[in-house]
Each structure stands twice: as C-alpha cells, then as structure tokens.
C-alpha cells in the first residue's frame, strides 16, 4: 500500500551469490551475457538504479559505512536546508560558498554533482530499457511491465533533479552512449524547460501505466502520481514559465487531485495524541504509514552499511558529543505561528521576543531544539556562561552557530555513541501532506482560495486539513488570492522544512532576491547573575550571506563544458 525503498546493494550480492551458477559466471561475461539472461540478476540492476553515485565529498556512501544516495540528498551531512534560509551548517563542508553568493562552476561543493550523477543514471536506465522492453527479454509479461514502469519512474526523477537545478537541459531519449560514437552533439543540446517538462511528464504518465498500486519496497502508480504533481506545481511557477499561465496551474491542480482521489492517502493523527509529538514521531516512524507515498528505508542496526550518516551524532548537542549539524536560523524560527494562528509580527499575537518559545505551532517544538527545551534525558542549554552546549561547553567547535538543533528526523531513543543504531530513520520522498498543499498552490493560483476543484476540496480545505493534523486553527477567513499565497508559502516552510523544499520553492516563487539576502541571524542567551535569561537577536550566524540572479540556476561544471568542447551552453552570469 505504500513504498519503502530499501536500497543496500550489500542485500542484493547476498541474493545472487547464493546462487552456485552466479559464482560460475565469469566477470568477463557478467553484463551482458549474466545480467540480461537472468531474470533475478537483471532485477538487481533495475533495483540498484534507485541508488547513485558518490561524485564529490561528504556525499553518501563516502566512509563506507552509510548507503549510496538515492534522489536528491537526503540524511547525508549538509542538507538543502543548509543552503537555504532554514538552516546554517556547523561545519560549513562547502555550503558556506553557497549562503555567500560564491559558487561558480569550478567551485560549487555539491551543488552542480546532479549533473554527472543524474545522466550517468539515465544512460543507465537507458541501458536497462534496451534490454527489458524487449520480446527476448526473460521475464513474465506482468513483471516486465512493472520494471519498464519503475525504469521509466527513475528516468523522470534524474531528469527533475536536473531540471530543478539546470533549467534547460539536453534530453537523451533512449541513446545509450559509449565512447566508440562518434558524435555526441545532441547531448549538448540544452532543450527548454517546456520541453524538458512535458518528456518527464511523458515519462510519468508511461510508469503510471505501468506500475501497480502496491509494489513492496519501489516505486508504485501512487509514486509516479505524487511525482507528476509537484513536476507541475514547478512548471506552473514563476521561474519556469515566461508569463502566468492558467492552463499550467490546471494542470497542477489537476495532478494533485489525482492523488487525492485515489483514497488511498491520508494524514497521521494517531501516533501520539499531543500534536507535537504525532508529527515527531511520524518522521521517526520506521514502518510506512497511510501518509506515505514514497520513502527510502534504512536498515536498523547494521554495521555492514544500509543506513544513513550517523544524523543523530551529527545533528545532535556539543554538549553530548554531538557535531551540531543543520542547525535552524533565527530567520526560521521567527516563520512559526503562535498557536492562536497569528504570526508573531502581529501585535495582538501575545509573542514575547524575552518568553520566545511559550505558545508557539506545535510543529515548532517537533522540528527544532530550543534553549531550555528538552533533547534525550536533559534541557538544552545554549546560553552563555556556563551553557552545556554553548561555546562554554563541551567541543565548543561543535557549537550551534544559530543556538538551534534540529529536532525532526532525530531519534532521542538511542545514544549518540550507538553508531550501529544511528541512522536509520527513514527518508520521506513523498507524503499526503505535501500533495494538499500542492493543490492548494495550484488551485489558489487559479481561482483563489474559495474555489472548488474535482475532488470537492478548496485551498482553504487542504491547508487547514494540514493545519488541523499539526494542532493549529484555521487559517482566517476573507483572505484573497494574494494573502492566501502568502499564508501558503509560509505554511509550506514549517510543514516540509528540511525536506528539500525551501531551498527550490523560494526559486520557483522568484522570491530568493528577498529572503535569501536577508542576514542569517541567530539567537544569543545570557544568563544573568540572578538566574534570569536575556534574548538578543542581532547577532549574524554567517556573515555575508547573498544571493544574485544567476543564484536561480546551480552552474553547470566547467569540466562539463570542456569536455563538450564548449559546445555546452553555461547558465547565464556564471
């Protein structure tokens, strides 16, 4: 009913080596004559393209201890979030140059990796499809058309990873490269963003038709659904299309109705009963939940790879050993409702910038770690002098620089020496969250928030369903298309913060010209000779922090262009 990927190529050398006639096989003969022959063996391969590679540093599978990245980053090190205006990492590991407006194609951290490992991952699936969607191919008519379904699954998500990154992209087709061509032209061929919309959109609809509703441990119709809807929330958005187009915004609308008609998906309200820690718990749930449409899973205490980074070591209080990690700007923080709904910039909201943390949307204390609040068995204490997890503390090194730790996704059940246990919470692709606010987004934009679509619902409806699960009131009413954008867009930032949202909804918005220039600000405590606590809140985390129009698009690396002997075009002011 949902889908875990359980992605350790360790599990799958254990499948096919008990075989005695796989031991047989001669190295030389493995790929073709093996592989494609062998059914079990060719399924292995097709299940090992939801992994890729390692390009650069700090990216998985670095210490061979954590698994190949999936799509997108994940739990590995530095997160999006890190290069966004949600958080600041404490040991800079090259997003620095990013908060700073500094990346430039020879010089990007791990921003422009997508390039490579996305294509490698499409001549890969390329290779795949040139050999199951064949009649020789050795497998039964149902479980081919899964595979050619999940193939074209795959293909479609490098090809997003790319155009969220890139913009306008060259498109392979089904061309499986090798370097006896004599011609590579084509692949320099950087096609619009129009065009490269509507081949990934093609590529979903041919795995929707393909894929079953219930497919284990991969990707499933759902999945493919939940993919074609945020495609098109991008396509609809302001950096992907010249002018505001109403037919985009339909079609949205429409692809996230798809997934809200299937029943099949709903909210989780019954982890625990306090809504803060229902939705704690919900990211640390380790089995797949009625919220769940897509997710990568990690196997629990293994030393033989299969799970993540350490993320509770990394994430996790200098004053417990812990490496500080994505640590939450003030900037964020601030975005969090008080629990009557006002933001805290309204005067009648009762926020208290000296009591800052009384009152807030209970998602707030699920996702981040605040000075007094509770982490594992203790109170976390980020005030100076004397602070445990200040600089007065233990590793000051490992210091927040923002006086936040991040709370969400970290399991508090488990000692930051457990390395076998760390790690294993489970990566969330997609979830029933997101899709109602993708359809609210979309809706909104096309008939403001009363508007009703397909399904019945509003845009009022859906975010307030998504308000209501978190133990929030609804949103006022009376708003207009403008304002209701506004409360989306921020309803968006607490609800999938960390997820690898932010980072591209600020760009698609066309909104990163603002709140990406906006200094990264932290929280400084004193605490004063009679026990009392003073707040400040004009200290900088990270200084010179800038964002510049070519800041929309990632850089295309200069090794790139060079091979194509400039025959690459770069993205514009790199």
């Not at 605040?370 to 109170?379: K, L, V």
């Given at each position: 009913m949902k889908n875990i990927i359980v992605l350790i190529l360790v599990a799958v050398v254990m499948l096919t080596s008990c075989d005695d006639d796989f031991l047989e096989v001669e190295s030389p003969n493995l790929t073709d004559q093996a592989v494609w022959q062998d059914a079990t063996l060719a399924e292995a391969f097709v299940l090992g393209l939801y992994t890729s590679i390692r390009i650069a540093d700090k990216e998985p599978g670095h210490n061979g201890g954590d698994t190949p990245g999936g799509f997108g980053r994940g739990f590995h090190w530095a997160l999006f979030s890190s290069v966004s205006d949600e958080t600041i990492y404490s040991n800079d590991d090259a997003t620095y140059l990013v908060q700073r407006g500094q990346m430039s194609p020879s010089n990007f951290g791990f921003m422009s990796t997508t390039w490579g490992r996305s294509y490698r991952g499409i001549r890969e699936v390329n290779l795949a499809l040139s050999k199951v969607d064949v009649p020789e191919s050795p497998f039964e008519e149902d479980i081919k058309n899964r595979l050619i379904g999940e193939l074209h699954f795959i293909r479609a998500f490098r090809y997003f990873d790319l155009l969220k990154g890139f913009g306008p992209v060259p498109i392979m087709g089904d061309r499986v490269t090798s370097l006896e061509d004599a011609d590579f032209s084509e692949l320099f061929d950087r096609r619009p963003i129009q065009e490269v919309v509507d081949y990934i959109v093609a590529e979903l609809d041919l795995a929707i038709a393909?894929?079953?509703?219930?497919?284990?441990?991969?990707?499933?119709?759902?999945?493919?659904?939940?993919?074609?809807?945020?495609?098109?929330?991008?396509?609809?958005?302001?950096?992907?299309?010249?002018?505001?187009?109403?037919?985009?915004?339909?079609?949205?609308?429409?692809?996230?109705?798809?997934?809200?008609?299937?029943?099949?998906?709903?909210?989780?309200?019954d982890l625990r009963s306090d809504p803060a820690e229902n939705f704690q718990q919900y990211f640390l749930n380790r089995t797949a939940t009625s919220e769940d449409i897509f997710m990568r899973f990690y196997v629990e205490e293994s030393s033989s790879g299969g799970r993540a980074i350490p993320i509770e070591r990394m994430n996790g209080p200098n004053g417990s050993g812990g490496w500080g990690g994505n640590c939450p700007m003030q900037n964020f923080v601030d975005d969090f409702e008080m629990d009557n709904g006002l933001p805290i910039t309204d005067p009648a909201s009762g926020y208290d910038d000296q009591d800052p943390y009384s009152n807030r949307d209970p998602r707030f204390?699920?996702?981040?770690?605040?000075?007094?609040?509770?982490?594992?068995?203790?109170?976390?204490?980020?005030?100076?002098?004397?602070?445990?997890?200040?600089?007065?503390?233990?590793?000051?090194?490992?210091?927040?620089?923002?006086?936040?730790?991040?709370r969400k996704f970290m399991r508090e059940d488990i000692s930051l020496n457990s390395w076998n246990q760390m790690g294993t919470t489970p990566w969330r692709y997609f979830r029933y969250a997101e899709i109602l606010l993708n359809f609210a987004e979309a809706q909104n934009e096309l008939a403001g928030p009363n508007s009703t679509g397909s399904t019945g619902y509003t845009p009022y409806a859906a975010v307030n369903e998504v308000r209501a699960r978190a133990g929030m009131p609804a949103l006022p009413a009376g708003l207009d298309k403008a304002a209701f954008r506004e409360r989306l867009r921020n309803e968006r930032r607490v609800e999938l913060a960390f997820e690898e949202h932010r980072y591209f909804d600020v760009r698609r918005w066309k909104i990163a010209e603002t709140v990406e220039n906006q200094p990264a600000r932290r929280v400084t405590i004193t605490k004063e000779s009679d026990g009392s606590l003073t707040y400040s809140y004009d200290q900088e985390a990270l200084s010179g922090k800038q964002f510049e129009q070519q800041h929309y698009w990632f850089p295309i690396p200069l090794e790139e262009i060079s091979a194509s002997d400039g025959m690459l075009d770069q993205n514009p002011f790199y």
């Open positions: 393909n894929l079953p509703a219930d497919n284990g441990a991969r990707a499933t119709s759902g999945a493919a659904m939940a993919l074609k809807s945020r495609v098109l929330l991008y396509a609809a958005s302001p950096l992907y299309t010249e002018t505001d187009d109403p037919a985009k915004w339909q079609a949205a609308a429409t692809a996230a109705e798809e997934v809200i008609s299937l029943g099949k998906y709903q909210l989780v309200t204390y699920a996702s981040v770690v605040y000075n007094g609040g509770m982490i594992r068995d203790r109170a976390y204490e980020s005030f100076t002098p004397g602070g445990a997890d200040s600089p007065d503390g233990n590793e000051p090194w490992n210091t927040s620089p923002t006086g936040y730790l991040m």
